[in-house]
């Protein structure tokens, strides 16, 4: 049935690259292989492992392969796929990435959808498997952010609203980028999510499950800026709470008022809510001065942590020495002011001191400017 549907349908597929040097012959070739009746644009966002160089030596007298190489002053994978379907020339297209997490067997089930007379078809992962836990619960919470928003503009939404893997008609996704380009958010990791924004409400919309796989290849690129991108894509208020957590997340001043106020909350809460002793204004006042004083060293030492490159057990090693010697310096010094230490001067600071530590970890992993995509999220 496929074999019958790629005959008389055809269609571009477009991969939005970046430093996909491992994947991307294999990818190509597996797509021309299995759609004899497709076109490939690899749309590469200035690749420094020469992603570029081996989609152009490939597409020298082949009409079916074509390299578009972005501006480099406007990367953004959001960006990417939307000059990629502005590109296009046939009545469908599929986009999806190079890595083979999406399968390239899998673009059928696409296709067939949009034969079928859908305007959107949006692959669904059936399975995130390949996704760590901490992933997985950040790709839920960012989907339930982008359903809760569509849901709120009566916009049609999806069980993955989030997936990079998706196929619409042309003409009316050239006039839904047109229309609202000013009001995309190109430097963004999302794209079907400002598609679905903006789409009619009309549109008929079909979803094909896939199993998601691993990366064949090359590096994940998933970091907390992301989260942000999406927040920034919510409308005034989104984005307005994006700027404020970028401010709380990257900036150095803004980074340490938020450590300071999360290590202060934590602490507080938990040494109230512990039952050995009343505080007085004294203990209170003690165990704010050594608490200030370890998280000021937590934000200074991550600083410096942060920006060593270290192997992954390395850094975690780094990582706990920084938060084992707050803890140490909030304990000496809370020492001096209270020689007899309760369970919760002990038990609450250390509470403090890793929440705090994690919202640093945090920070540090939101990017000033796009350096890599994303399609794992």
Request: hydrophobic share 45%.
């Amino acid at each position: 049935m496929h074999h019958q549907m790629e005959e008389d349908a055809r269609f571009s597929i477009i991969l939005p690259t970046f430093n996909e040097a491992e994947n991307i012959a294999e990818m190509i070739e597996s797509l021309e292989r299995t759609y004899p009746s497709s076109s490939i644009i690899v749309v590469d966002d200035n690749s420094e492992d020469g992603t570029g160089n081996i989609v152009r030596s490939i597409a020298v007298g082949n009409d079916r392969v074509r390299l578009m190489i972005r501006d480099p002053k406007d990367r953004g994978l959001s960006a990417s796929i939307f000059e990629g379907i502005l590109s296009v020339k046939d009545d469908l297209f599929v986009v999806m990435d190079a890595d083979f997490q999406h399968p390239p067997e899998a673009v059928g089930g696409l296709l067939k959808a949009l034969t079928d007379g859908n305007d959107l078809v949006i692959g669904v992962r059936r399975a995130r498997g390949p996704l760590s836990f901490v992933r997985r619960v950040s790709s839920w919470g960012a989907d339930l952010l982008a359903a809760g928003y569509l849901m709120s503009r009566r916009q049609p939404h999806s069980h993955d609203n989030m997936s990079g893997f998706f196929g619409g008609r042309t003409a009316q996704c050239h006039q839904v980028i047109r229309d609202n380009f000013d009001q995309l958010e190109r430097n963004g990791f999302k794209a079907l999510f400002d598609i679905l924004k903006f789409i009619p409400r009309e549109a008929s919309i079909a979803e094909v499950e896939f199993e998601f796989g691993d990366r064949a290849g090359g590096r994940s690129k998933l970091d907390s800026g992301v989260v942000l991108s999406i927040l920034k894509q919510c409308g005034p208020v989104g984005r307005f709470s994006a700027m404020v957590a970028r401010f709380l997340l990257t900036n150095r001043i803004g980074r340490l008022l938020a450590t300071l106020f999360i290590g202060f909350l934590t602490t507080f809460a938990v040494a109230f809510l512990w039952d050995d002793v009343i505080w007085d204004s004294a203990m209170i006042g003690s165990t704010a001065v050594s608490l200030a004083l370890a998280l000021i060293y937590l934000t200074m030492a991550s600083d410096l942590v942060f920006n060593t490159s270290s192997s992954s057990i390395l850094f975690g090693l780094k990582m706990v020495g920084v938060g084992t010697m707050g803890y140490f310096i909030n304990i000496i010094f809370i020492s001096i002011f209270s020689p007899v230490l309760t369970s919760s001067q002990i038990i609450a600071p250390l509470m403090g001191l890793t929440i705090a530590l994690g919202w640093e970890m945090l920070g540090h992993g939101v990017p000033q400017g796009r350096t890599a995509e994303d399609e794992s999220v």
